[in-house]
């Protein structure tokens, strides 16, 4: 996908777990990639993972089609528009 930045591997410490710190951590990750000139962000995440799927619903993701080839269909794609708003404030 071209202007697209994926976010990978997102970890986030038990202790900070339940704290708004993944939602500051990811819309971080907007801000710099929108001052990186992308237009949008993906990931890919296992249809298993209800706590991360809330969280990207929450934070506008929706189903966009396949941007990687894998073998499992459980994975799902999602994808969010980046705009000038993204790029104004870090949390």
């Known amino acids: 996908m071209t202007g697209s ?3 990978k591997r ?3 410490q038990p202790t900070l777990r339940g704290k708004d710190a ?14 990186q000139g992308y237009d949008q ?10 706590t991360g799927l809330a969280l990207y619903k929450a ?3 929706l189903p966009v089609p ?9 994975l799902i794609f999602l994808g969010r528009h980046l705009s000038a ?5 870090l949390s």
């Open 85 to 89: 708003a993204d790029a104004q404030t």
């Open 5 to 7: 930045c994926e976010i």
């Open 41 to 50: 962000a993906v990931l890919s995440t296992w249809q298993s993972n209800v």
């Open 10 to 12: 997102l970890f986030i």
């Open 22 to 35: 993944s939602q500051v951590l990811i819309r971080n990750l907007f801000k710099k990639a929108r001052m």
């Open 59 to 61: 934070l506008g993701f």
């Open 66 to 74: 396949s941007f990687k080839t894998h073998p499992n269909p459980e």
